[in-house]
């Protein structure tokens, strides 16, 4: 009786990782949209800006009308940075401030430049239902009882 149970436990945590990744992915897609709205935006309001700037160029220009098109400029570009850490936070990595490149969460370096990560920044940027192992920083799961790398007991 006991194999049954074993094979209707790996069952279900099968199911529940395709739950997950499914919700992953549709999170992606959605932010996706997101951000694709707001560079549409900010192009739009850069096109703004420069036929604006050119159809008065030769008058005395009121910098309001500029600073409004640019705030709002501002605003949009807030808004896809937001997304972007977002997209990054489903997505299980962080972005590396010296490059830009996406490191795995559980990383200590960037693969790409080598700058080394702020612990803080890869505590804020796990994914949902993950933790990191205290020993050796490893990505696990929430109900692990021990570390899959190290073997540090966890409860």
């Known amino acids: 009786m006991s194999f049954i149970e074993d094979i209707g436990k790996k069952v279900t945590q099968a199911g529940n990782d395709t739950t997950q990744a499914a919700k992953r992915l549709s999170e992606l897609n959605r932010l996706n949209a997101e951000l694709k709205a707001y560079e549409k935006k900010i192009n739009s309001l ?3 800006i420069g036929k604006s700037y050119f159809e008065n160029c030769s008058e005395e ?3 309001s009308v500029l600073g409004a098109l640019t705030d709002e400029l501002r ?3 807030e808004a896809v940075e937001n997304i972007n850490a977002k997209i990054a936070q489903v997505k299980g990595v962080t972005i590396c401030d010296k490059c830009g490149a996406e490191i795995p969460v ?3 370096f960037c693969p790409v ?3 080394k990560k702020e612990l803080k920044e890869a505590e804020a940027a796990l994914p949902e239902g993950m933790r990191q192992c205290p020993t050796c920083g490893c990505l ?3 109900e692990a009882k021990f ?3 190290c073997g540090t007991n966890l409860t």
């Open 147 to 149: 570390c899959v790398k």
């Open 61 to 63: 220009y009121p910098i």
């Open 140 to 142: 696990i799961r929430d």
């Open 75 to 77: 605003q949009n570009k």
């Open 113 to 115: 430049c080598g700058q």
């Open 46 to 48: 850069y096109t703004e």
């Open 106 to 108: 559980d990383a200590v």
